[in-house]
């Protein structure tokens, strides 16, 4: 028997030995497999074996295994992934009625299928075939019964919730019809945990999606037996929800409250009393489930039911009380969990000072195994307080939580590494709560056992040939005490001293001071630089430790001490004779460049360029030297900002590929927008007005303007000192010098520096220059004689020129409209709103003539003449327009 699968060509069927060959070749590496020539078809040979008679049970739910593991894999796309349920769910019907062990493995595969490929949806046929199916398996309905064998239903009806559990995951909503349905369903028998997991899903998104749309329960949660088939499926919720909410996974961030929104969702007073009920009649049956999914239980209903009016949180009352003495971590991150949910509404002071209590002494308990200790610190360093002092989200010692209770939480030398620092977490807030409240005991204080730590810490971390891991060890903790007491002087202050005296014993470490100095803020790290640098330039060491003062003070050297840093610079760089530490002495000089350092740095420069023994390095050192006499100081910052890129054969080459970019024009998307403004009738020349905007600040813009041909002359550019986004600028004026009186397209080019000090040149969309655009008027005729210098102009233009008439179409606002919006500075005779003599001249040195008289409702006679004949059409083309442009 062979499958027709959509896309899916037939062949013959595998063996078992071949199949276990290519499985296990596609296991080693699927991404490589399914790029070789047998991964194409992998699916579609999948899909088809799943039907072959020769093939045993047991291989193909192996081969129903793969699909489960690598469905995106196996389906890329949406249509690949509706195709393969539907051949999915076509072998499932016809499996024998007799047990078979591929009846579970197939319906999660399908489901697999739709969810990883996307494609479940009201449009997909396979989904339509599916959600019906797996309904009336949870449900037991006829349809569920007929499926399979009576010995198979109850695991049937636990996959199928499983099923129906995923694919409410992926689809919020999808399931919110059938609530009523899954409630009653609960009551009966059947699998209790799957059920109950599903009912609170289903119910927990439907809250939100309803809170969301700020709509009502409508009913959704009446038990009753609806019909699993014949009815279409209810997709409205599912597409109210199409955005992800939030995972399943139990915890209690603060970014949650705002995700639900219950605030808004008003149910009725008989919905109140439903969801009451159903949220008691899953909460009554939880202690049937495992820890773990009593716990998901517990969040899901907990979050759905957080700030939603008329359901008092004494629902968990007595889960809380069974639960609060659990030994099962599970249970108790489910506990605090409700804890941040309902604060003081569900658990009382004496509660909290419970809960704290049994973390702290779990927490002590010697044979705790390290990851159960690593929980209960974090739940006493995350504790949902029910009144927390300070803002929100501030890390602090829960209030109840003293010296006194932690003195066996306290961080030792002997502890491993990841508990010490979670003990050392605690510390720091017991500080920070012990430097506010200034009622530090007489015979112990948290701040100077903290010191006595970190130095203990020091002191390994400093020891010769000690472990690595010592060494980082002690720069983590220091890194969370800077993070933790970062506003506390009294702690940072011997801190940076003692880090300076771990530099003086080991320089070894400085590539962890160089890390620690990238991630601590200011508080720190200014004063750990300051005294790296005098520990450095104080006390140069030998020759071993050279390298590594070069990298501290290519990491910490600035504008401050400069004679003492090129000092230092200058005695080392007779010891500098081989080309890693002459490397990491140029680091300096250009971390020096890069803070501005000119004064004495550019003698250092020149001497090293002359008597470096690298040829490299020498070339290195005069490139330095070049860019210090030749660039300003922030160009000089951007041309050396950029970190060295791919490491390279030579360091000049390095260097390159580093500030090549900042030295050189490069072409880029402009962030200018240039338009042509009003016309501007005067002057000798025609005038173009640009109006520019700017989308980022944009400095010494240069506009460059080229035409092509010979019918203008070369045009100048117009420059811009600055333009910032949001401020108007006055127009540019472009004069426009053409040769011949005709229009044209402008190209254009923009010139440009970033805010950053880079030079920029981006193409901009030409510019049309129109016919009217090169309009000028006539010198002013004399006065009193205005029609005598017109019939002079008029008769001037023949025998030489030509002339000619057309009809000029009117708006419905007339001839005088369209005078007076096109042709008023051009006017020499006006006897409105009839007739209008007009002259115009063209440069370089041709005119053009209009009378236009004799007016009429719908257009008006044009006479033209010109002592030019090619302007004509050009002419004749403009007026026609006129009257669509009024």
Known sequence: MEAQGSGCGTMGPRGRETWAQRLGAFRASPSAFMAGPEGEDLGCDLLSELRSEKLSEQTKVSLLALSLEYPAQLWPDTAAAEAAATSLLDTLVLLPPRPSALRRPLLLAATTALAAGDALGPTSAASLRLLPLLLGLASGSDLGRGFGPASEQRSLQATACECLRELESCKPGLLGGRL??????????????????????????????????????????????????????????????????????????????????????????????????????????????????????????????????????????????????????????????????????????????????????????????????????????????????????????????GPRLCRGLLPSLLHNPMALLARLHLLCLLCADDEEKEEKAQDWSPQHYLEELLAGLRQRAALDGGPRALATLCFQASYLVVRCLAMQPAVLTPLTRGLAQLYQSRPALAPHFVDLLDRVGPELGEPLRVVLRQEVVARPGKDEALCWHLQILAKVADGNAQSATLGFLRAAAARCTDWDLQQALLQVCRALLRAGVGKGLADLLQALARQLEDPDGRDRARLYYILLAHLAGPKLGVALGPSLAAPAASSLVAENQGFAAALMVQEAPAPIRLSVGPRRAEGPVPVLQLQVEVLEPVYSLELRFRVEGQLYAPLEAVHVPCLYPGRPCRPLLLPLQPRRPAPTHLDVRALYTTPSGLTRHAHLPPLLVTFADLFLPFPQSPEGDKQGFFEELWDSCLPKGAESSLWCPLGPRGLEALVSHHLEPFVVVAQPPTSYHVAIHLPPNSRLLLRLEAAQVDGVPVALRTDDWAVLPLAGDYLRGLSAAV
Request: charged share 15%; glycine share 8%; net charge negative.
């Open 180 to 401: 009523g349905l899954l409630r009653g369903l609960l009551g009966q028998e059947g699998p209790v945990q799957p059920l109950s997991l599903l009912l609170a899903l289903a119910l927990r998104n439907a809250l939100v999606i309803q809170a969301r749309a700020r709509a009502g329960l409508q009913g959704l949660l009446m038990a009753g037996d609806a019909p699993t088939v014949g009815i279409p499926w209810n997709w409205a919720l599912a597409e109210e929800g199409a955005a992800h909410l939030q995972p399943q996974a139990p915890g209690w961030p603060a970014t949650e409250v705002q995700e639900c929104g219950l605030a808004v969702l008003e149910p009725s007073p008989e919905e109140a009393r439903e969801l009451r009920a159903a949220v008691a009649q899953l909460l009554d049956t939880s202690y049937l489930l495992t820890p773990v999914a009593q716990a998901q239980l517990l969040w899901l209903l907990g979050w759905a039911l957080r700030g939603l009016r008329g359901q008092p949180p004494v629902l968990f009352k007595p889960q809380l009380v069974r639960l609060l003495g659990t030994a099962q971590l599970t249970l108790l991150h489910a506990i605090l969990a409700l804890k941040a949910a309902f604060g003081e509404a569900l658990f009382t002071a004496q509660d909290e000072a419970l809960l704290l209590r049994r973390l702290t002494l779990a927490a002590q308990h010697p044979a705790l195994p390290l990851s159960a200790h690593l929980f209960y610190l974090h739940c006493l360093l995350s504790f949902p307080e029910n009144w927390p002092l300070g803002p929100t989200g501030e890390e602090a010692a829960p209030l109840l939580l």
